[in-house]
């Protein structure tokens, strides 16, 4: 073969393999997103089935989610499963609420929460 067909083969394998991986990349779905909060930034649900209130800053609009009876609530990442309750009676016991993380994540389509995590607390 002349280097032209050579030039021109390579250009296509090239092109090719371009648009695959732009399928590819199409393909993915967002499972969970996240919100890094601190406690001022929250309202958490009174009951299982609750609504979670977050504002994320000052400028931003408040995002209303829902806890369901399959949201998990920590007490730190590599902590087990806590209560409602349990999650609620530990935030209220911190002392400094701007100083205190708190992890909300949850399912962008339905923006049903699926777990949210009380960070190093500072009580």
Known sequence: MNKTMDRKIIITLAVLALAYTGLAQAMLNRIEEAYELDLTQISLPTHATGK????????????????D????????????????????????????????????????????VTRIILGAASR
């Open 69 to 112: 009876a399959r949201t998990n609530y920590q007490l730190g990442f590599d902590s087990a499963a806590v209560t409602l309750r349990e999650l609620t009676n530990a935030a209220d016991a911190v002392r400094d609420r701007s100083a205190t993380p708190i992890f909300v994540f949850y399912k962008p389509e339905s923006l049903v």
């Open 52 to 67: 979670v209130t977050v504002k994320a800053c000052a400028g931003c609009d408040t995002v209303k989610l829902r806890a």
